[in-house]
């Protein structure tokens, strides 16, 4: 999220889910100094998950893997302990898999606007349509966290700035389309499902905001909805 210093700007403004699911076992950066023995409450789930042997007992192997994916994932602290945080991770990213190729299912995001960027907060997904013709995604995206939440409701995207800086934070928001105050769709280079979440914007890696930066324009719909988990 960031500031929008360009007071001039006033004119209003398949794929599936193809974020990479496998998890790397190997080591990662910042590794916890220690591995817990501690199993969690969630270890059955979170060893189905990363397809270790579902036995509820935490092990050496089952504490790494778990800890390399809290490490990508950025989750702390990463000591290998199936938690709720760990485990409400990988459940969101199994109900995100679900959706496949039908995003908008339930209908709730407009069919009539023609070309829109719709947000599902609740699955922490967004994709482009074209009255009911997919376009583009769905893909995971990062928004905001409690406190900061990503508004919801119709939009337009009113400015652009492929090179944007915040001012508000100090840092870099590629591929900017802002669509409500200083909230727009932009890169980052983290994990979609780093916690907590943004400070509203709709973060994207940068292959899926390249691609939004491509398909939208000023003046296109943006419809969000639902509500993130933990908000």
């Known amino acids: 999220m960031g500031d929008i210093r360009r007071r001039g700007a006033v004119v209003l403004g398949l794929t599936g889910l193809i974020a990479p699911l ?3 076992v190997g080591a990662g950066p910042a590794q916890a100094a220690s591995c817990t023995t501690q199993a969690g409450p969630y270890q059955k789930q979170v060893e ?3 397809g270790r042997p579902v036995d509820g007992k935490q092990s050496t192997t089952d504490c790494k893997a778990i800890r390399a994916f809290q490490t990508k994932h950025g989750i702390t602290p990463n000591i290998g302990y199936a938690g709720p945080v760990t485990w409400g991770v990988m459940d969101l990213m199994n109900k995100q898999k679900a959706v496949g190729n039908k995003p908008n299912k339930a209908g ?20 482009i349509q074209d009255g009911s013709k997919l376009v583009y995604g769905p893909v995971p995206v990062r928004t905001g966290r409690n406190g900061y939440e990503t508004r919801t409701g119709l939009k337009k995207i009113y400015w652009r700035h492929i090179d944007h800086v915040s001012s508000i934070y100090n840092v870099p928001m590629p591929y900017s389309q802002f669509f409500d105050g200083g909230q727009a769709f932009h890169s980052v280079g983290l994990s979609m499902w780093n916690p907590p979440g943004s400070h509203g914007c709709v973060n994207m890696t940068t292959t899926t905001a390249k691609k939004y930066w491509s398909l939208l324009k000023n003046g296109d719909d943006v ?9």
């Open 223 to 231: 419809f969000v909805y639902g509500r993130k988990p933990g908000t």
């Open 22 to 24: 496998t998890l790397a």
């Open 108 to 127: 709730k995001c407009p069919t009539n606007k023609g070309r829109i960027a719709c947000v599902n907060l609740t699955l922490q997904i967004s994709w």
């Open 48 to 50: 189905k998950f990363l």
